[in-house]
């Protein structure tokens, strides 16, 4: 990418590049630099954390969300917001996990708030946006709705937690860390949210053809 | 990132196991073009930010580097949690009142960090009035405006033409007013828009394809096909005529957008339908109409009306009645979710009135009617293909082209529909389906 390393240069961040970082040189050392320089303001940092960390925001919200026609709106507004909180960032080579956390805390309240408003995953219009879902076949796209609006019957926490589990693939421990909440508490909403949910889907007729004994497939 | 403690004692049962796979093979993957349109978006938004705070303390500084970025003054006074929507002004410059001044033979132009775009024509008095961020509030005090929304939900887009109103929904159209005439002439390309103001009798909802007119001075409102130009010549019979004795529009053309029935659960309506699009709709003085036709109830929302009245003889509905009529029964039927009467009422449109812009409009939607129905997306493609070929430049096209993309690739794969796609994308730039094509483009690379 000799485009993103001149533009780095320029901007006084060295040998950082776009996404992977330089063989030798660890990930923590690479967002260390990458915090450091978004702290100061520096030319061009915010573009490149978006270009290392929208993939990763992107997904978590996409699947904590449900297909929504707003991912991408949530998606600004938590880099929007993480960029003017970034000097409370205490340990620059913590980068990651503190946008994972930040990206966590506002997908909470995105889903609170859709809850007070009785929207869930449904759009001002009362119709589920389907955009993200055009390229399945539909029984898979009927899949999916359902399981968007099984998981709606459930609490924020257990949503989230998880949605972070078994959908984001993240460890236990990562999301203690990013729901900011004890182990312990993270397991107890674990076994509760998977059971609650697996009854749901069982129970549920409508899904019975589109999952069936067969694995879906895409 | 999945760590060595599966034995949480959170395992899903094997079907709901099966679904959360399906949610992360399915979601959450960013498209190189999606990561590049967020990246420029964000670069907008932190662009602005910089800007009011230089705005506040360094009044004046940086306006060369940016000298095509404006700030509204109400940015300050925002009441909504999101940031206003960055925008720069192209071929003019912005007074501190909001003008827009346009410099010498260019035509400026408004550009959104949304991609929503308003552009107004050479000598046009224009006025930029708000920004927050959900869109923006443009006047046109003389002129015309060609507006490009970008659909997003929450989004709030307003137009004045002239004492007129126009709320905009994701939308293709344009607006000019022309001040000493008192005429206002909306042209609806795509999406819904709703216009009020003087004579109209309350909003009056248009959907893609329609061109309202509104003689102010004569108190006239015309709304019919965009093609339709036999308005333009009642215009110049009347601006000479005597005044006018009737003052109300009609009432079927004063609808309000509460009333738009609810779209179709899995796909886009390219408009909210209220008023039948190829069905023109002359002056009350002309051509006035049954207080309860079906196109009239169709307006009013009253569907329920339709289908009763139609099946009380369906037969003799479906053989007898005149071509707004059936396209009338059919927007009830699929609006009520009948859709079996829906495609009756579409089949006797294609049957007898073969050739005519309603018989391809039908073909477009017994092609959705056919993949909502689960008859299969061959079916569907094969109508969509039907509408595409009959009426090249209808009102419906960007929604088939794109629809017709979906199906190509669930049925022959991403190779086959990126032509599709490309011709899409081409096209339709900004339409409903552009992020999808484009989407499919990286796929097939």
Redesign the interface.
Known sequence: MPEANEMMHSSGLGRLRLVTPPSGESQEAEDAKLARALINGEARA??LA??RY??LV??????AL??D??V??V???I??RL?SRIRSLRKPEALRSFVVSFAVRIVKWELRRRRARRWLTL????????????????D??Y??R??YSLLNLLTTRERLV??L??????????IAEAMEISLATV?RT??H??AR??????ADVQ?RPA?GKR??S? | ???D?DR??????P????????????????TPS??VR??E???A??ALRRRVVWSLSLAGIGAAAFAAVVLVPRVLHRTEN??PLAYRLEGGALAADGRIEASAGVEPALRFADGTVISLARGTKGRLADVDGRGAHVAITDGTASVNVVP???ARWRVDAGPFVINVHGTVFSAAWNESTGRLDVKLERGSVSVEGPVTGGPIAMRAGQRLTVAMHQSRVLLRAIDDHEGDVAESDTTAAAPVAEVAPPPVLATTPARTP??P????EPAAAVVPAAAPIRTAMRQPRPARSWPSALASGDFAFIVEDALRDLPHALDASNSDDLAALADAARYRRQDDLARRALDAQRRRFQGSPRAADAAFFLGRLDEKQ?AGLVHALRWYDRYLNEAPSGSYVAEALGRKM?AV??LYGVAQARTVAEEYVRRFPHG??A??AQ??RD?AR
Do not use: C
């Open positions: 915010a573009e978006w270009d929208a993939p992107h997904g978590i919200v996409s699947r449900g297909p026609a707003e991408e709106d998606t600004q507004e880099f929007y960029f759009s001002e219009t009362g119709e589920v946006p389907d955009d993200q879902l055009l390229f399945m076949n539909v898979n796209r899949a999916l359902r399981l998880l949605v589990r078994h959908v984001e693939g993240m460890t236990l421990e990562e397991k674990l076994r949210a998977s949910l697996s009854e749901l889907v069982d899904l999952v694995r879906p895409k | 990132m999945t760590g403690d949480d004692g959170g395992e899903l049962g079907r709901a196991a099966a679904l959360a796979a399906l949610a992360r093979r399915s979601l959450g993957h960013l999606e990561q967020g990246r978006v964000l670069r938004r932190l999101a940031p997003k939900p929450h609810a779209p659960l899995l796909a886009p689960g979906v690739r669930d409903s389906y992020g999808a989407a499919l796929q």
